[in-house]
């Protein structure tokens, strides 16, 4: 129909979508290379001779890495913060969607979608 042709939503709608999604990409490139360094730092400081000076400062730093690669990613859980962005994206971005094509779909519909977006995002764990 010409009404639903005509819809439009704030710009303010897309920008929010699009820092979601660019925090949901950040925090899972932090997850990504924080579990790579947990491996890769594990595995050279379980690999690595003791016996020898120059391997034991190799071991030692491999063995400080892992260790700080761990705990950043208990500590900034960067897994459970991508996909609250993602999650919270879904929401805001079905309900716009729903907004251009469904006549029935309010702008309230498209704020309270935002609102539970943020409270997704928002909440702990």
Same mark, same amino acid.
């Given at each position: 129909?010409?009404?639903?042709?005509?819809?439009?939503?704030?710009?303010?709608?897309?920008?929010?979508?699009?820092?979601?999604?660019?925090?949901?990409?950040?925090?899972?490139?932090?997850?990504? @290379?924080?579990? !790579?360094?947990?491996? *890769?730092? /594990? =595995? $050279?400081?379980? #690999? %690595?001779?003791?016996?020898?000076?120059?391997? +034991?400062?190799?071991?030692? @730093?491999?063995? !400080?890495?892992?260790? *700080?690669? /761990? =705990? $950043?990613?208990? #500590? %900034?859980?960067?897994?459970?913060?991508?996909? +609250?962005?993602?999650?919270?994206?879904?929401?805001?971005?079905?309900?716009?969607?729903?907004? $251009?094509?469904n006549p029935?779909?309010?702008?309230?519909?498209?704020? +309270?979608?935002?609102?539970?977006?943020?409270?997704i995002i928002?909440?702990?764990?």
């Amino acid at each position: 129909t010409a009404a639903v042709a005509e819809r439009k939503v704030s710009e303010d709608i897309d920008a929010i979508l699009v820092v979601w999604i660019d925090y949901s990409i950040f925090f899972r490139r932090i997850y990504y @290379a924080l579990t !790579i360094g947990i491996v *890769l730092f /594990g =595995g $050279l400081a379980t #690999a %690595l001779y003791d016996g020898d000076v120059w391997y +034991k400062k190799w071991k030692t @730093a491999a063995a !400080i890495l892992v260790t *700080l690669s /761990g =705990g $950043l990613n208990s #500590a %900034l859980m960067p897994y459970s913060e991508h996909k +609250k962005f993602d999650e919270a994206w879904v929401v805001l971005n079905t309900v716009k969607a729903a907004y $251009l094509t469904n006549p029935s779909v309010t702008l309230c519909d498209l704020g +309270k979608a935002y609102a539970y977006g943020e409270s997704i995002i928002h909440k702990g764990g």
